[in-house]
């Protein structure tokens, strides 16, 4: 899949969590087509983002929660993505709350793609 192709979907799949864009199962399709780390990286975006105190969060995290209960297969993806050397890479050098979406996805693609 070509970069801005992975780019696009990464970004349908957080505007999806997000802002409710896509069903749970048009998300589930969109995340089990993704790399495991991108899964990992976006899900921790997610988090980050959403903390307990954010007025959207039982939104957001509510969404996530039921696309990695309804399909666990998602949440075993993203479990097999943390362990990616790249995930360390970032975590020693970045922050998730540095970014913001479309950045975050432009680094991170771009990185699991080199």
Known sequence: MAFEQLKRNAQRILEGLEDARLSTDETYHLVVEA????????????????????????GVLGRLGALVTQFPKVARMA????????????????????????????????????
């Open 79 to 114: 479990r097999s993505g943390e362990s990616d050397p790249v995930v360390a890479w970032f975590q020693e050098s970045h922050s998730y709350r540095d970014f913001r979406s479309r950045e975050f996805i432009d680094l991170i693609v771009d990185k699991l793609e080199s």
């Open 35 to 58: 790399d495991p780390t991108l899964v990992f990286f976006l899900f921790a975006w997610l988090r980050a983002h959403y903390p307990s105190a954010h007025s959207a969060s039982d």
